[in-house]
């Protein structure tokens, strides 16, 4: 079976995630009956949402307390990684995501490639 890493992309605030913590409270459930069918499946490897400060390093400086966001204030909240047969059986799991209610929201799935042993 192949890995596959699915990234949540959403917009930002200024200085935090868009989502209040009552919208996460609220989407709880979705989230855990959405990952739940992935895991009964055998199928999920790991998942989490991502802390909003960051560290980001390039080969001159580190910039703390903020993290990379693309030009519209899109970034990266959370990943999961699980394992399929088929990428069209990701995908499809992928147009259920409860991330795909909110605005500027994706789900960027990533085959994983395996170091050699």
Do not use: H
Request: hydrophobic share 40%; with cysteine; charged share 20%.
């Amino acid at each position: 079976m192949t890995e596959y890493l699915l990234l949540f992309r959403n917009a930002s605030a200024a200085n935090g995630y868009l989502t209040t913590p009552q919208q996460m409270t609220e989407d709880l459930p979705k989230w855990q009956s959405w990952i739940g069918q992935i895991a009964m499946q055998g199928k999920l490897v790991s998942t989490a949402p991502i802390q909003y400060e960051a560290s980001i390093v390039d080969a001159e400086k580190i910039i703390t307390g903020t993290p990379y966001k693309e030009a519209n204030s899109v970034l990266v909240s959370g990943f999961l990684i699980c394992k399929s047969d088929n990428l069209n059986e990701i995908e499809e799991w992928s147009k259920t995501c409860p991330i795909l209610q909110y605005p500027e929201s994706s789900v960027e799935i990533r085959s994983l490639v395996p170091f050699p042993m």
